[in-house]
Nanobody
Framework: QVQLVESGGGLVQAGGSLRLSCAASGRTFSTYGMGWFRQAPGKEREFVAGISWSGGGMPNYADSVKGRFAISRDNAKNTVSLQMRSLKPEDTAVYYC?????????????????WGQGTQVTVSS
């Protein structure tokens, strides 16, 4: 069982930065791939970024955030973070972290077993 709690959301102007954090409980955190997803009003949940269980290899990013967002994890602290830069109004959404039991951090939501409650990010123009 893994419980996930996101933090760090808020209101920011376009071009600004935010850092989201996700704290995980459970001794098996280091065996899970981790991902960030987001859902804007009236839209389906979409993949943002993913990282493997070890943090090794190249993280996965949605094309819309490549070069602006960076995912990282600290298995000693049971945390995963999403650094967001050059934010745009279209980044406005509820952001969710999720744990992937395959350990790969891929983009498919069906591979993620546990989800947090989400944190709101609002980017004003």
């Amino acid at each position: 069982q893994v419980q996930l709690v996101e933090s760090g959301g808020g209101l920011v102007q376009a071009g600004g930065s935010l850092r989201l954090s996700c704290a995980a409980s459970g001794r098996t955190f280091s065996t899970y791939g981790m991902g960030w997803f987001r859902q804007a009003p009236g839209k389906e949940r979409e993949f943002v970024a993913g990282i493997s269980w070890s943090g090794g290899g190249m993280p996965n990013y949605a094309d819309s955030v490549k070069g602006r967002f960076a995912i990282s994890r600290d298995n000693a602290k049971n945390t995963v973070s999403l650094q967001m830069r050059s934010l745009k109004p279209e980044d406005t959404a509820v952001y969710y972290c999720a744990a992937d039991h395959y350990g790969l951090g891929h983009s498919r939501p069906g591979e993620y077993e546990y989800w947090g409650q989400g944190t709101q990010v609002t980017v004003s123009s």
